[in-house]
């Protein structure tokens, strides 16, 4: 199956924003709908945004107005954008196809917001 691997994550500040991407292996990347997922302690898993075939896009209400989902079809790649990031926003965020249809997890990325 695809192989989806994160990065990006790290320590920000309330306010602030960090950009997470998502980099597919294989060439069939554009074949796919793409969604951003987190998870924070003690807390399911949700979907946060998510992105189509052809580009278009959806978002959780939570993130609505702050954060943005992209891809690059050329490149293999989808990424998040986070900007007014919130404490809550703290959570291990992941990349996979939308609908996850194989409940296949990769390692994430680690988001942290805190002063």
């Known amino acids: 199956q695809v192989q989806l691997v994160e990065s990006g994550g790290g320590l920000v500040q309330p306010g602030g924003s960090l950009r997470v991407s998502c980099a597919a292996s294989g060439n069939i990347f554009s074949n796919y709908h793409m969604g951003w997922y987190r998870q924070a302690p003690g807390k399911q898993r949700e979907l946060a945004a998510y992105?189509?075939?052809?580009?278009?896009?959806a978002y959780a209400d939570p993130v609505k107005g702050r954060f943005t989902i992209s891809r690059d079809n050329a490149k293999n790649t989808v990424s998040l954008q986070m900007n007014s990031l919130k404490p809550e926003d703290t959570a291990v965020y992941y990349c996979?196809?939308?609908?996850?249809?194989?409940?296949?997890w990769g390692r994430g990325t680690q988001v942290t917001v805190s002063s």
């Open positions: 996979n196809l939308y609908p996850p249809v194989f409940d296949s």
């Open positions: 992105i189509t075939r052809d580009g278009s896009t």
